[in-house]
């Protein structure tokens, strides 16, 4: 059977999607703690990011784990995310940016995305978001004061962090 031009560009770009997605999960944590990879390109500032349930105070989901790219655009005023885990108890739910420095819990500061329902087991999710351009830049500034928190049904109050530093 012969695909015309435009499924094989599909086919392609589902491909490389598939072939990013897998790095992102089998490249597994540097550390515990999570090493953070900084770059800048474009004005921009990318982040890679372990999530473990060790890092999270009160519980989080120890047979879990999460590795998130993020992309913070002030200049444009967005956030953009791919983030992939696996192995987590119950549904993802909500996925954030919390203020606050490591072993410390705080706020949301930035709402990747709320009241989702993806597999727990083994997924992927990626986006980009508004956000103001003063709450980059202070991402930016201070990157340690900030975390990634991935909130589960079986772990409301957050089964998975990372802190950006």
């Not at 009241?115 to 201070?142: L, M, W, Y």
Request: proline share 2%; net charge negative; charged share 25%.
């Amino acid at each position: 059977m012969q695909l015309s031009k435009g499924a094989r560009t599909m086919g392609r770009v589902g491909a490389l999607v598939a072939s990013a997605t897998s790095m992102l999960v089998f490249a597994g944590p540097a550390s515990a703690a999570g090493d953070t990879a900084v770059s800048y390109e474009h004005g921009h500032e990318l982040f890679s990011v372990q999530l473990t349930g060790d890092e999270v105070r009160d519980g989080g989901d120890r047979d879990g784990d999460a590795v998130a790219r993020l992309d913070l655009d002030p200049e444009n005023e967005r956030v953009c995310y791919v983030v992939t885990w696996r192995g987590l108890d119950g549904d993802v739910t909500d996925f954030h940016i919390h203020s606050g420095s490591r072993h410390n819990d705080g706020p949301v500061f930035v709402d990747l995305f709320n009241d989702r329902h993806f597999d727990g087991e083994h997924n992927t999710a990626a986006d980009c978001v508004h956000s103001d351009e003063s709450k980059i830049r202070a991402i930016v500034e201070d990157p340690s004061d900030y975390y990634l928190m991935l909130h589960t049904t079986a772990h409301h109050a957050g089964a998975l962090r990372g802190q950006l530093d």
